[in-house]
């Protein structure tokens, strides 16, 4: 057998080899991996490389190295989950660059990093002002987390005592000018209710790119025409405004009539649509 067609086999089985073997050791974004992981990745794809184009003249060498390997990695990452003492042996622990607002110079030295690079880091993290720092730990994997200080942080809902809805993951219900049926099932909905929401946004199908739906039911779409503009859905929002205006309107009734009996009916329905909407609130406007 001739030697290109040797390689051509090799290397057909050795690429599903290696996508097995990437199955196995596990899924992770090559920027999260720690440097030893990363090494042994390096080794394991060079060892594959040399078997591919037949530079291990005894192949069975070369699946026996490619085996320990494999093995020795997945040993060492069941080990790290069992024992700290060898995680922080094996991948290392976090450093702490800034503590209390001030920076530790000798910790910085000590992951070779200068004033400028700190900076540059803290940058990214969008803490351009490094009196606004609070703390700062470098990982394993070489990611720099920032906790700004109290007063500089941003206002969440918790912080203004205000209630919020729950998100949950949209679905993506069409693509590519498709209808995907499981999506929509997932929520409940079906092709009807799709057809409904683009009739009433004056949109065809095929020229929809991805039209999602949200937690609330609310339909984005973007269409491959960009020169068109698609009005959002502002559904709740009308709801919550219709009943502000019947809230309204009972109030202006109480205080129209002279029947004490008829108007105290008024402000009682009055309350209690308030209290509704101040419960719906959360969930209608966001």
């Known amino acids: 057998m001739q030697n290109w067609v040797m390689i051509l086999l090799r290397t057909a089985v050795l690429f599903f080899v290696t996508l097995w073997i990437m199955r196995i050791i596990g899924e992770r974004s090559v ?4 440097p030893f992981k990363f090494v042994s990745y390096m080794v394991i794809a060079i060892i594959v490389s040399l078997i591919s184009l037949g530079a291990i003249t005894n192949i069975v060498f070369g699946f026996i190295a490619l085996a320990v390997w494999i093995a020795l990695s997945i040993a060492l990452d069941y080990l790290s989950i069992k024992s700290k003492w060898v995680h922080d042996f094996i991948n290392g622990r976090e450093t702490i660059l800034i503590k209390d607002g001030k920076i ?18 803290l ?46 993951q949209p679905q993506t219900v069409i693509l590519d000018g498709n209808i995907l049926d499981d999506s929509l099932t997932d929520m409940g909905l079906d092709r009807e209710w799709l057809k409904v929401q ?73 309350n209690k649509l308030k209290k509704i909407m101040d419960k719906l609130e959360p969930y209608l406007l966001r």
């Open 198 to 270: 683009l009739s009433t946004s004056a949109v065809s199908l095929d020229n929809v790119f991805i039209g999602q739906v949200d937690s609330s039911g609310d339909l984005f779409i973007d269409l491959f025409d960009d020169s068109i503009e698609v009005a959002q859905p502002k559904v709740k929002e009308m709801l919550y405004a219709s009943m502000s205006k019947v809230q309204a309107d009972l109030l202006c009734f109480s205080l129209e009539t002279e029947d004490m009996k008829t108007r105290r009916m008024y402000l009682n329905n009055a």
């Open 31 to 34: 920027s999260r991996i720690t």
């Open 104 to 121: 530790m110079e000798n910790n910085l030295m000590h992951v070779r990093y200068s004033g400028e690079e700190l900076l540059r880091e």
């Open 123 to 168: 940058r990214s993290k969008n803490a351009f002002n490094l009196a606004d720092v609070e703390f700062a730990v470098m990982e394993s994997t070489g990611d720099i987390n920032v906790l700004l200080k109290s007063d500089r942080k941003p206002i969440t809902a918790k912080d203004l005592q205000r209630k919020v809805a729950p998100w949950s």
